[in-house]
């Protein structure tokens, strides 16, 4: 049963369903765990920042790498600031394999055409959140690029664009990098969100993203960071204790069509959510990773609306995650905003 707050006579309930009005999928927020969000802080011995001897993105083609798909020097010219790659070891190749789809008794099988791409940035030393916003754009803008020739690839569907930071996170190597992998099939979650967005389209004429931004520029509860062209927060339906998502603004559903000035808007919203959390949170490892329209059919997909989304690794799934699907986040969203913010 609720309890009362004896402070303001106000019923406190040990815990609140939420219900993401995009997936359908439903979390908890455990609001009487008494877990306070500087309790769930990761206490942990400095990152160990291995030496830039024997790191094999030191210098990408001496390591055996192919030479750079794309690269970008620094403003002095004098050296590079970021390559795109192949990776060395890939999930997926390009090359002599077709997407023939093969029965396999009841299973459904497909080769693994497709690439795997790493964004090396030349800096061993410096994390993401250490780099400027106008670095941060040229990050962007040489992923657009990438991006838009992997698309002329028609057997491809889905490009992924992602970053893990730390071992907890994923991250088998410490030197900053983010991958590109472009698959020929559209992955789950991806069509999940695709097919929420869709549903909520056809009931109310209007983009599900767009009015989740709409709600919190309202209600300035969660709110970590805004410009004119983006929106940093808390999302409401939180899955994991201080998640961030960003979003432009505008309505954009192409995360390649971005327009360079709000490249330069998405790009500070990232670098001071990244700061923040590393600052608030003792740097902890972390996910993130672009979710953009698929890269056919375009027209189908223009309900859609391109963001990110930052995942730091505080809690671990258990035994009742694991077995309904349903996340508890023990810190309320709004209360994880304020203390970034603080």
């Known amino acids: 049963m609720p309890k009362k707050n004896k402070q303001n006579n106000q019923l406190d309930y040990i815990s609140e369903l939420r219900q993401d009005p995009v997936s359908g999928d439903w979390i908890v927020i455990a609001i009487l765990r008494g877990r306070r969000p500087y309790d769930l802080i990761v206490k942990k011995e400095p990152r160990q920042i291995p030496p830039k001897s024997g790191c094999p993105f030191e210098n990408p083609q001496e390591s055996g790498h192919k030479p750079p798909e794309l690269i970008e020097f620094s403003p002095d ?114 069509q999940h969100s695709l097919s929420g967005s869709l549903r909520y389209y056809h009931r109310h004429k209007k983009c599900v993203h767009c009015e989740m931004v709409k709600f919190e520029l309202k209600e300035k509860k969660r709110i970590i960071f805004q410009n004119s062209g983006a929106v940093a927060f808390s999302p409401f339906v939180s899955r994991e204790p201080f998640e961030i998502r960003i979003f432009p603004k505008k309505h954009f559903p192409y995360f390649e069509e971005t327009t360079p000035k709000l490249n330069q808007d998405i790009a500070e919203a990232l670098r001071i959510s990244l700061k923040l959390l590393k600052t608030k949170l003792d740097d902890p490892d972390l996910n993130f990773f672009i979710h953009t329209a698929p890269t056919i059919d375009k027209k189908k997909y223009r309900h859609y609306h391109w963001h990110i989304e930052i995942f730091p690794k505080i809690s671990v799934s258990a035994g009742f995650e694991l077995g309904t699907g349903i996340e508890i986040t023990t810190i309320d969203p709004e209360e994880g905003a304020k203390f970034l913010k603080q």
């Open 77 to 190: 010219k004098k050296d590079w600031f970021l390559q795109i790659v192949e990776n060395k070891y890939p999930a997926f190749e390009p090359e002599n394999v077709s997407v023939q789809e093969i029965k396999v008794g009841p299973y459904q099988t497909v080769h693994g055409r497709g690439y795997h791409d790493l964004l090396i940035l030349r800096d061993h030393f410096r994390s993401l959140s250490d780099y400027s916003t106008q670095e941060i754009v040229l990050m962007l803008r040489a992923f657009q690029k990438r991006y838009e020739e992997i698309s002329q690839d028609k057997k491809i569907k889905y490009i992924s664009i992602f970053h893990n930071w730390g071992s907890a996170a994923g991250a088998s190597i410490y030197h900053p990098h983010w991958q590109i992998i472009a698959i020929p099939v559209i992955p789950p979650d991806i």
